[in-house]
């Protein structure tokens, strides 16, 4: 099974930036990785994705324009970038990588990391 692991989160003010890092080890195969995260009491909510074989990116309309995912195929980390943070945006982020075009139902997800956004 693939494992995959974020950093990066923290406190930042309203309007601040912060980029996010998961790194993935294993031998499988991965079609597509993303980004989800989950404020208490809330549901998972999709953020964005990327798909590895010819970089299509796809973003939640909440995020649109202000955050941005990238991926280091080398490396097999992918990054999310986030400019002009809201306090909305605090919650635990979560980093997920699928060999399913289709669903994150079989996916695997890291620990999460807490990004709060004051004011």
């Known amino acids: 099974q693939v494992q995959v692991a974020e950093s990066g989160g923290g406190l930042v003010q309203a309007g601040g930036s912060l980029r996010l890092s998961c790194g993935r080890s294993g031998h499988t195969f991965i079609y597509r990785m993303g980004w989800f995260r989950q404020a208490p009491g809330k549901e998972r909510e999709f953020v964005a994705s990327?798909?590895?074989?010819?970089?299509?990116?796809y973003y939640a309309d909440s995020v649109k324009g202000r955050f941005s995912i990238s991926r280091d195929n080398a490396k097999n980390t992918v990054y999310l970038h986030m400019n002009s943070l809201k306090p909305e945006d605090t919650a635990v982020y979560y980093c997920a990588a699928t060999d399913d075009g289709r669903t994150w139902s079989n996916a695997s997800w890291g620990q999460g990391t807490q990004v709060t956004v004051s004011s």
């Open positions: 990327i798909r590895w074989s010819d970089d299509y990116i």
